[in-house]
């Protein structure tokens, strides 16, 4: 029985994206691990002032979001991946959508976010809102934090972003184009409208604390419930909406 390189290609790139969000998120332990293992003076810290902050401070502190964000949204652009594949499968190959292009410019664009968080952390450690350990010291900017993401839930632009996320299909029939220019625009597209999704969701780190890798899996978690959950997906959105903005109250009190 012969076996065909495009009936192997779905496995192989399920199996490869799941690799890399293993990998992420065992370095996202190692590093929780490390911190809370090693004595202070033999660790890397933020440092508190934003005048004291070096280049290699930013570099670590980017490099931190960056692996965060591929641990946390790799899961969530996989079955995205996947249609992209199966739609390819017997098209000839100038006319698929370049993959790994596509996989290239949605990265990109939570590169982007995680250069963005590592400014907003920069200026929260400036600020003393943040542990040299990275968690929060302030409950009124942690509720404040969760009260925004909260109330971001049952904005049109979260819904916006949530309905283009939940149905693929008609965003590839309208946008998807083949080649490698292609590709990389579709996965910015696709990209652009996933962090305007899940924006709030992620800056719930600010709260619970940057590098708490049991959060990290719960929010995770919520995303892809709101997202894939059949028959539950608005009632998720709801409730996390709902939980964020009753808890963000509780500590604002």
């Known amino acids: 029985m012969r076996i065909s390189k495009n009936s192997i290609q779905g496995p192989l790139i399920a199996a490869g994206l799941s690799a890399a969000t293993i990998a992420a998120w065992w370095a996202l332990?190692?590093?929780?691990?490390?911190?809370?293992?090693?004595?202070?003076?033999?660790?890397w810290m933020p440092p508190t002032g934003t005048w004291r902050w070096s280049l290699s401070d930013f570099g670590l502190t980017a490099s931190m979001w960056l692996i965060m964000m591929l641990a946390m949204m790799l899961p969530v652009v996989t079955p995205m991946v996947l249609l992209i594949a199966r739609i390819g499968r017997g098209r000839p190959q100038e006319a698929r959508i370049h993959l790994p292009a596509f996989i290239l410019g949605?990265?990109?664009?939570?590169?982007?976010?995680?250069?963005?968080?590592?400014?907003?952390?920069?200026?929260?450690?400036?600020?003393?809102?943040?542990?040299?350990?990275?968690?929060?010291?302030?409950?009124?900017?942690?509720?404040?934090?969760?009260?925004?993401?909260?109330?971001?839930?049952?904005?049109?632009?979260?819904?916006?972003?949530?309905?283009?996320?939940?149905?693929?299909?008609?965003?590839?029939?309208?946008?998807?184009?083949?080649?490698?220019?292609?590709?990389?625009?579709?996965?910015?597209?696709h990209g652009l409208f996933c962090v305007g999704c899940c924006w709030g969701e992620m800056v719930v780190m600010f709260a619970v604390?940057?590098?708490?890798?049991?959060?990290m899996g719960l929010i995770t978690l919520a995303i892809l419930a709101e997202r894939y959950l059949p028959g539950a997906q608005e009632s998720v959105r709801k409730l996390i909406g709902y939980g964020l903005i009753a808890w963000g109250c509780v500590l604002g009190l």
């Open 29 to 43: 332990y190692r590093q929780q691990a490390a911190m809370n293992s090693l004595p202070m003076e033999g660790m």
């Open 106 to 189: 949605y990265i990109l664009l939570w590169m982007a976010f995680g250069i963005v968080a590592t400014l907003l952390q920069w200026q929260f450690h400036g600020l003393n809102w943040l542990t040299p350990m990275m968690d929060s010291r302030s409950p009124k900017v942690s509720a404040a934090v969760l009260l925004v993401s909260g109330l971001y839930q049952f904005t049109p632009w979260k819904m916006a972003c949530l309905s283009h996320c939940r149905t693929p299909m008609g965003f590839l029939l309208s946008h998807g184009r083949p080649g490698w220019r292609g590709g990389l625009r579709l996965g910015l597209h």
């Open 209 to 215: 604390g940057v590098m708490n890798v049991l959060w």
